[in-house]
């Protein structure tokens, strides 16, 4: 029971990081200029500077990679002992 808990916290948290960087990226790419590819995605992901250029992007790649890597562990670890079960039953 205390690891399905751990579980949900962990994919709670990490939807709360995922949700928070998509809605910072959904307000700031109305104010993007140049962009490649999805307006949303590049607001998030960013891409490389060439030359003089202004990269207008939060850069926040990271921090959603790895809240997207919370969500997926606690719910594998939800998964895992809701499906295990209590073994004193």
Same mark, same amino acid.
């Given at each position: 029971?205390?690891? $399905?808990?751990?579980?949900? $916290? ?22 993007? $200029? ?56």
């Amino acid at each position: 029971m205390k690891r $399905t808990i751990i579980g949900c $916290t962990i994919a709670s948290c990490g939807v709360m990081v995922v949700s928070s960087i998509f809605i910072a990226a959904a307000i700031f790419a109305p104010s993007i $200029t140049s962009w490649s590819g999805s307006k949303l995605w590049f607001a998030i992901f960013g891409s490389r500077q060439f030359g003089n250029e202004v990269v207008q992007s939060l850069f926040l790649s990271i921090p959603f990679i790895i809240g997207s890597l919370m969500v997926a562990a606690g719910l594998l670890m939800s998964v895992v002992e809701y499906v295990k079960g209590d073994k004193n039953n």
